[in-house]
């Protein structure tokens, strides 16, 4: 969920839009103010709705869909604080075990020698909110697609035996169906020119396909792994696919399952958008490594860039050889102005973050729900991811509820994303993102790839922004 393009040559909504209502309080006391008050819920503010979806729908009942979704989501709101508090807990616990202090917001240049620690305890306390060994929290990873790139070139080499033979061994195995689309060129699964994929390198790749749920097939899994299958790929997050993200539990089955099979056998966790939505991160149940982007969950929406691979010790090693040269590893390169302080503070606010956007992605799916489109995850299923997608049928809406996004965003409401082809990606994407970090996407987005179903995949911390405006 990457790239947007834009058209702001010219203004593509005027700036007071006739179709946009100003908030219209309840309250006769106050007319300049919305009040966010209200004694039977302490969620629902106190304003007439004209939320995006009233905007997108035209139906004047849809602002009181929303109401009523906030309303009755009262306690899995309420479990969601829960899961807020214990993850704040552990990152505040992780914070003092690695005295986390001023001196670490510190930037620095060129090698990055001469750097006060901060990043030494960073990667301390992320290694440990993750149950992890070893930890590396860069701003050199471009994205999560790099970081995992890093972490699957650290585990896997070209067999001697497949080269000879000009036969590739089965070594890369991703057990939950087709990965994220900008690894298909990592891997090999889609051309990339020559440019060092890892099919480039001789490593095969093989997918387990999904259950007809959407789950990961246990069946499949538990024959599925060969003497030469060197690592398993899980995506925890459901990606473009209409699929059911993973918990950390079934994670953890699926490496017992692998491990039973092949003890050799390394395994990679694609982690965008799962952390911090349960209390355990998958190092805890075994995974080797796992990678993902500070623009997602972990930044909190304040990191600017960067990414992490956290795992044990030895592969963490070998991924930052990767990210930088064997030899140099974690000890080289500079974060330069006030990073290093956006990190500690993002990954602080992370939990919160979060569990704001586990939120949004229940009203989402409760008012879709109730307009009748199919929503993955259902409403009021326990979330394992942010993401929520809504299959809209068509391309002419899967457009049209990204622009109604946009309208409603903080930043740049005044422009139009246009459908396009960005990096990595096979298909045309659109994407909507008004947010403060270009590309993030744990504020206010959504975004889709134009093919069917034409499914929209939301991601929403600011979730009361769908409600008054
Ligand atoms: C599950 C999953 N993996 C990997 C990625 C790639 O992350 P990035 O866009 O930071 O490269 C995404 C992006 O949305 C994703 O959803």
Same mark, same amino acid.
């Given at each position: 969920m990457k790239m947007? *393009?834009?058209s702001c040559a010219t203004p593509a909504y005027?700036? $007071?839009?006739a179709t946009v209502a100003m908030p219209t309080l309840k309250s006769p006391s106050s007319t300049s103010q919305l009040s966010f008050h209200r004694h039977d819920s302490p969620f629902v503010p106190e304003v007439t709705f004209s939320s995006l979806f009233m905007e997108f729908f035209t139906n004047p009942l849809q602002g009181n869909l929303v109401v009523k979704a906030v309303d009755s989501l009262h306690s899995e709101f309420r479990a969601v604080d829960s899961l807020v508090a214990v993850n704040s807990s552990r990152v505040l616990k992780a914070f003092k075990n690695a005295r986390v202090g001023s001196h670490h917001f510190g930037?620095?240049?060129? =090698?990055?020698?001469?750097?006060?620690?901060?990043?030494?305890?960073?990667?301390?306390? &992320?290694?440990? +909110? *993750?149950?992890?060994?070893?930890?590396? @929290?860069?701003?050199? &990873? &471009?994205?999560?697609? $790099?970081?995992i790139t890093c972490a699957l070139f650290a585990f896997l080499r070209p067999g001697d035996e497949s080269i000879v033979l000009d036969k590739f061994d089965y070594q890369l195995l991703a057990v939950a169906g087709a990965p994220?689309?900008?690894?298909?060129?990592?891997?090999?699964?889609?051309?990339?020119?020559?440019?060092?994929?890892? /099919?480039?390198?001789?490593v095969e790749y093989r997918e387990v396909s999904l259950d007809e749920d959407g789950g990961l097939d246990w069946d499949a899994l538990k024959v599925a792994l060969k003497p030469h299958t060197k690592c398993a790929l899980i995506q925890r997050s459901c990606g473009y696919s209409w699929r059911r993200s993973l918990s950390v539990n079934d994670i953890g089955k699926a490496i017992k399952m692998i491990k039973m099979q092949n003890p050799d056998c390394l395994v990679m966790v694609d982690n965008c958008y799962g952390e911090f939505v349960e209390s355990i991160e998958p190092p805890a149940v075994g995974a080797d490594l796992v990678a993902g982007s500070l623009i997602k969950n972990p930044g909190g929406t304040i990191a600017p860039c960067?990414?992490?691979?956290?795992? /044990?010790?030895?592969? @963490?090693?070998?991924?930052?050889?990767?990210l930088s040269a064997p030899g140099l590893g974690i000890d080289c390169g500079s974060t330069p102005g006030d990073i290093m302080r956006t990190y500690f503070q993002g990954l602080f606010l992370?939990?919160?973050? *979060?569990?704001?956007? +586990?939120?949004?992605? %229940?009203?989402?799916?409760?008012?879709?729900?109730?307009?009748?489109?199919?929503?993955?995850?259902?409403p009021r299923e326990t979330r394992h991811d942010i993401v929520q997608a809504v299959q809209l049928g068509n391309r002419e809406r899967l457009l049209a509820f990204c622009e109604a996004v946009q309208r409603s965003?903080?930043?740049?409401?005044?422009?139009?994303? +246009?459908?396009?082809?960005?990096?990595? =990606?096979?298909?045309? @994407? +659109? %994407?909507?993102d008004g947010t403060f970090i270009d590309g993030s996407t744990s504020e206010l987005s959504c975004d889709g790839p134009l093919r069917e179903p034409f499914a929209v995949y939301c991601q929403v911390s600011e979730w009361l922004i769908l409600v008054p405006f």
């Open positions: 947007w *393009v834009l005027p700036a $007071h839009s930037g620095s240049t060129g =090698y990055g020698h001469d750097e006060a620690g901060g990043r030494e305890a960073l990667d301390l306390a &992320f290694a440990e +909110i *993750v149950g992890a060994e070893s930890a590396i @929290v860069r701003s050199q &990873f &471009f994205s999560g697609t $790099h970081a994220y689309d900008t690894l298909e060129e990592v891997i090999g699964k889609r051309d990339c020119g020559g440019l060092g994929s890892l /099919k480039d390198f001789g960067g990414g992490y691979v956290a795992g /044990k010790k030895k592969w @963490v090693e070998a991924a930052a050889a990767r992370s939990p919160q973050m *979060v569990g704001e956007a +586990i939120k949004g992605s %229940f009203l989402i799916a409760e008012v879709m729900a109730s307009k009748g489109y199919k929503v993955q995850p259902l965003s903080p930043v740049g409401s005044f422009t139009k994303p +246009i459908a396009g082809t960005t990096p990595g =990606y096979a298909s045309e @994407v +659109i %994407f909507a």
